[in-house]
């Protein structure tokens, strides 16, 4: 069955320091990968999307996430943080063959000053 | 600029009440959907919709229903709410039908409390 996993429910990292979100996905096929952001209140905005071509991408917001077939990630970084980045992430992948997208639980990401 | 909005951010409904979720897209999609977002569960498709009056079932539609009388508009109906549909609903749009390699654009969020 397909599925997506993020493995960390929470972060916490200073201001200022690197970040790394990992997602694993489970997939028979070559995969549409997508990591959204959920700030407090409100609905999903879309960071950056990988369906062929340069397995790194660059997305909004200075995140960039990179493709890994032989490892089935998707793990989205970021150089170093802001304080406004502090939301929740969540990865996705869109089943080819259907009108889903399968999305992962998520992770809140908390910034420290 | 691309919108969907959903008619409401914060809605209180009591036990056994029907209740109405609008959602409305800017974007002449072709798809539509409602999930329902609780912590630690991501979200979870109730309802999609690839076309006007066309209708899926997603992982969880019991206790719910849906509407799609104009291409634009996408209600999700609560025939009788409960408190364990107390949760954050998510309503989202795409443009291709039949293909998954597009992003979905997401409405606000509507917090429903039932009491």
């Known amino acids: 069955a397909q599925s997506v996993t993020q493995p960390d429910i929470h972060i916490t990292v200073s201001e200022g320091a690197s970040l790394e979100l990992r997602c694993n996905y489970s997939?028979?096929?070559?995969?549409?990968l997508f990591w959204y952001v959920q700030s407090p209140g409100q609905g999903l905005q879309l960071l950056l999307k990988?369906?062929?071509?340069?397995?790194l991408v660059q997305g909004i917001k200075g995140f960039e996430a990179e493709f890994k077939r032989s490892q089935s990630s998707f793990n989205l970084r970021k150089p170093s943080v802001h304080w406004s980045d502090a939301a929740e992430y969540f990865c996705?992948?869109?089943?080819?063959?259907?009108?889903?997208?399968?999305f992962g639980t998520g992770t809140r990401l908390k910034v420290l000053a | 600029d691309v919108k969907v909005t959903q008619s409401s951010r914060y809605l209180v409904k009591r036990t056994g009440e029907k209740v109405f979720l609008e959602c409305v897209q800017d974007?002449?999609?072709?798809?539509m959907f409602w999930y329902r977002q609780d912590p630690g569960l991501g979200l979870r498709l109730i309802y999609f919709?690839?076309?006007?009056?066309?209708?899926e079932k997603g992982d969880i539609p019991e206790g719910y229903s849906v509407s799609r009388e104009k291409k634009e508009r996408f209600s999700l109906i609560l025939e009788s709410a409960s408190t364990n549909q107390t949760s954050m609903y998510l309503c989202?749009?795409?443009?291709?039908?039949?293909?998954?390699?597009?992003?979905?654009?997401f409405g606000q969020g509507t917090r429903l409390t039932v009491v």
């Open positions: 989202a749009s795409t443009l291709a039908a039949g293909s998954m390699n597009t992003e979905a654009f």
């Open positions: 997939y028979g096929a070559t995969p549409y």
């Open positions: 990988y369906f062929s071509g340069d397995t």
């Open positions: 996705a992948v869109g089943a080819s063959g259907t009108y889903k997208y399968i």
């Open positions: 974007m002449d999609h072709e798809n």
């Open positions: 919709s690839y076309d006007v009056k066309m209708k």
